[in-house]
């Protein structure tokens, strides 16, 4: 792997820096003494910094966040959008294993298709871009894993309330969520997913259709039906799902890992880019 330069480091260490102090200035000694850089080494970094308009040397010899990078930091709070990142992963996921991937929201209580891509065999899915359909129990246990009190909470308020056993369910493949990174669903016997499927999306009845493992047997085959697994925000609660569906054959359970990995891997550079640095928050 091709390594930054130290020059680099150095002055993103102090941007960071400055961006972690907002409305604050600092002396050269104090940004010396905090980030344990060499006297001229770090004045160089700051003069240059100042030349740019990163940030701004006041005249008590200060330096505070300057206006071009305020500007920098609206122009990528304003056009910069973790899609950006997730298209293309989406479409290796979608290549790699002959399924759609897609990216679901959730707003309100409500689930929208906000993005996907799709391999070859599967153009015609007949879920449409920008479908929207209610939160069922089977998809909430990726929205909610890393927030029980979240889960709770719409639980009390559904008007698609789960069976007791099926409330269990969700709750177990949380657990499976926190533990493995995704949720896998799979097909009921006898189930035919076609019939779930509308120009709406997924029927509220999904339910009906498909059960969330809650272990998984390396050796066993499984009829896979969807992998889910969450993009984290900053706060360790879930910004949204990216979701494989379409899957053609059973699955053994290495397979699942496999691709399991291969999905939380794509939602961790994802949440790595909208800032996402830290573990999962404490519900």
């Known amino acids: 792997m091709t390594r930054s330069s130290p020059g680099v480091r150095r002055v993103a260490a102090i941007l960071n820096f400055m961006a ?9 000694s104090d940004i010396v003494r905090a980030l344990k ?5 770090c004045h160089a970094l700051l003069t240059g910094l100042v030349e740019v308009g990163y940030l701004y040397r006041a005249t008590d010899k200060t330096y505070l966040l300057g206006p071009a990078l305020a500007a920098i930091g609206r122009a990528a709070a304003e056009h910069s959008s973790p899609l950006q990142v997730a298209q293309p992963e989406m479409r290796q996921l979608a290549d790699a294993f002959d399924v759609v991937c897609g990216a679901y929201f959730l707003e309100g209580d409500m689930l ?8 070859v065999s599967h153009v015609g899915y007949p879920v449409p871009l920008g479908a929207r359909r ?3 129990s089977v998809q909430a246990a990726a929205f909610f894993a890393h927030s029980p009190q979240e889960a709770e909470a719409w639980l009390k308020r559904t008007d698609s309330a789960p069976s007791p056993e099926r409330r269990q369910r969700m709750f177990e493949s949380m657990e499976f969520v926190r533990t493995h990174g995704y949720l896998v669903l799979v097909r009921k016997p006898g189930a035919d997913m076609a019939g ?4 709406q999306g997924l029927t509220p009845q ?5 059960l969330p493992l809650t272990q998984l047997d390396a050796g066993q085959l499984y009829p896979v039906a969807a992998l889910m697994a969450p ?6 609660r879930t910004s949204f799902c990216l979701l494989m569906a379409g899957f ?3 699955l053994t359970g290495r397979q699942i890992l496999d691709a399991g990995e291969r999905l939380q891997a794509a939602c961790a550079r994802i949440a790595q880019f909208s800032g996402a640095l830290g573990q999962p928050r404490a519900a």
């Open 20 to 28: 972690s102090h907002p409305g604050q200035a600092f002396a050269l």
């Open 37 to 41: 850089l060499s006297r001229a080494t």
């Open 112 to 119: 929208h298709l906000r993005d996907r891509a799709a391999s």
């Open 134 to 136: 209610p939160l069922r």
């Open 196 to 199: 779930a499927l509308s120009p």
């Open 206 to 210: 999904t339910d009906d259709f498909v």
């Open 231 to 236: 993009v984290l925000d900053a706060a360790g």
């Open 248 to 250: 053609n054959v059973a």
